[in-house]
């Protein structure tokens, strides 16, 4: 779909927002958050979209009522939209910015396995914008990018292995400014990355560490890494998982997902910043290779760690990527993405992802970041007794807990994370419960996977 801006609206189907209590003669609309109704007007065909009281105004509010429209749309198979912005509203910008968001992330939709595929909308009008016209390209981007990423969690496991994302990396790294390297798990032995080289070695595809460098401000010494859990599948290994959660488990790799978002967006808009994305690639496999529960294998930082689960391969792949990432790329901050706990899930729900930082900075940065784009974070504790849950009597470490089953297992795996990261300010995102949605599309939340993540780390990079 293409987003343009103009003076006039020139297709007969229209989108106009209003607010509740200020809208005159439109039966049975009463302006509600979130409400779309379709009317017949003179030849058009209307979509009003409620965006609630005027005094409790918010971005989020535009967000969500212009994808719930645009929702409308589709359904009604139009070609071509103009969108009528809402006029005189408090932060008018933010409120554009965030329509557009709302216009393009809410047209998306999964078709890839639909044999007959719904009418695609093709042009959709901007008219009465004053957002300068840079802003609106960059959040178009963004959000082109979060789609891209909602593509790659919701295409076939089978479609998407570890040398795949790899392929993906270098497409987007073929641009000036950018480099990629990709070690094999030949590489990964040698190199005593013993902790990804076991979750990945019971699989068909192989493993991949997969690191890609953007260099938008090279004589800058600020360098953010971004590192993504890039779990293809998880079966949850030889720990095998039963069935009623092992059939979403594609979306394991939807932490690289986000951070290939984020890269891909960044080569388009070519900040003067500079971040180095990572992605810890595996297939969490079952078979006559699989590593064992109660082994014991090297990491990279040289911490031994006894398999507790193999279902807990998340904290396993990045461990070995966080330490790898810091020992020889130098980042002056670390921030890892990963669908890490089914914890996460129980404690927060679908709309917000888990924070750990023990940097009160990066916190808030992370936190007015999610606040801004609706990918909301809520901070958790990284108290020392996580850390001691984590020891092991055979080991370094093991991969789970001591705790009761369950106790607290979001904090103790961030914690286990966090054992390899010596030096470097280090942030954590739990996405398990935000990164996919199997239930109906809400707002600019599409059904399946949703791209978490990647407008949240644009917006705190300063991208958009
Ligand atoms: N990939 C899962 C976490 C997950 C759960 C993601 C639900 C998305 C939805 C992760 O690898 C896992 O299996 N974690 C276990 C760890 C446990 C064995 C210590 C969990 O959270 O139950
Ligand atoms: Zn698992
Ligand atoms: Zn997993």
């Known amino acids: ?133 840079k802003k609106i390209n960059d959040i178009i981007a963004a959000c082109q990018a979060a789609c891209y990423t909602r593509d790659l969690v919701n295409d076939n496991a089978d479609a998407i292995f570890p040398e795949r994302l790899a392929d993906e990396a270098r497409q987007i790294c073929r641009q000036e400014g950018f480099t ?78 986000a951070v290939l978002g984020v890269m891909k967006a960044l080569a388009e808009i070519k900040p003067a910043i500079n971040v180095i994305g990572v992605l810890a690639a595996a297939h969490n496999a079952i078979g006559a290779k699989a590593f064992f529960p109660g082994d014991v294998y090297k990491s990279y930082l040289g911490k031994t760690v006894e398999i507790g689960n193999t279902d807990a391969e998340g904290r396993l792949v990045l461990a070995d990527a966080v330490a790898y990432c810091e020992k020889n790329y130098h980042p002056t901050e670390i921030i890892d993405v990963a669908t890490l706990t089914g914890g996460i ?44 849950a984590m020891k092991s009597d055979r080991a370094d470490l093991c991969n789970t807990a001591k705790l009761k089953k369950g106790y607290a297992s979001a904090l103790t795996g961030a914690a286990f994370i966090g054992e390899f990261v010596t030096e470097t300010p280090w942030a954590h995102l739990d996405i398990a419960g935000t990164a996919y949605n199997d239930g109906s599309p809400k707002g600019e939340t599409p059904q399946f996977g949703t791209g978490f993540g990647v407008r949240l780390m644009l917006k705190y990079l300063g991208v958009i």
């Not at 910008?93 to 557009?100: F, H, I, M, Q, S």
Request: aromatic fraction near 8%; glycine fraction near 10%.
């Open 180 to 257: 990629v390297t990709v070690l094999t798990e030949i590489m990964m032995e040698k190199k005593g990355l013993g902790l990804i080289h076991a979750v990945g070695r019971g699989a068909d595809r192989p493993p991949r560490l997969i690191i890609m460098q953007y260099k938008g401000a090279p004589d800058k010494p600020e360098k953010t890494a971004i590192v993504g859990k890039g779990i293809t599948f998880d079966s949850g290994g030889q720990n095998l998982k039963p069935s009623g959660s092992i059939e979403t488990m594609r979306d394991d790799m939807s932490g690289a997902g």
């Open 345 to 388: 899930l129980i404690a927060l729900g679908t709309t917000v992802a888990g924070l750990f930082t023990k940097d009160d900075a990066m916190a808030d940065r992370l936190f007015a970041a999610g606040e801004d784009t609706r990918e909301r974070l809520w901070r958790f504790p990284l108290y020392q007794e996580f850390y001691d």
């Open 1 to 133: 779909m293409k987003i343009i801006r103009s003076k006039q609206a020139k297709y007969p189907t229209l989108l106009k927002f209003a607010f509740a209590g200020e809208i005159g003669d439109v039966p049975d609309f009463k302006a509600k958050d979130g409400e779309v109704a379709v009317r017949y007007e003179q030849g058009f065909t209307v979509v009003y979209c409620g965006l609630g009281k005027r005094e409790a105004m918010a971005p989020h509010k535009a967000r969500t009522a212009a994808a719930n429209g645009i929702r409308t749309v589709r359904k009604l198979e139009r070609m071509g939209l103009s969108v009528i912005l809402p006029q005189e509203v408090e932060n008018k910008p933010d409120v554009e910015l965030a329509c557009v968001e709302g216009l393009y992330l809410g047209a998306y939709e999964y078709t890839e396995y639909k044999s007959e595929k719904p009418k695609q909308l093709r042009t959709c009008q901007l008219v009465g914008a004053t957002a300068p016209t």
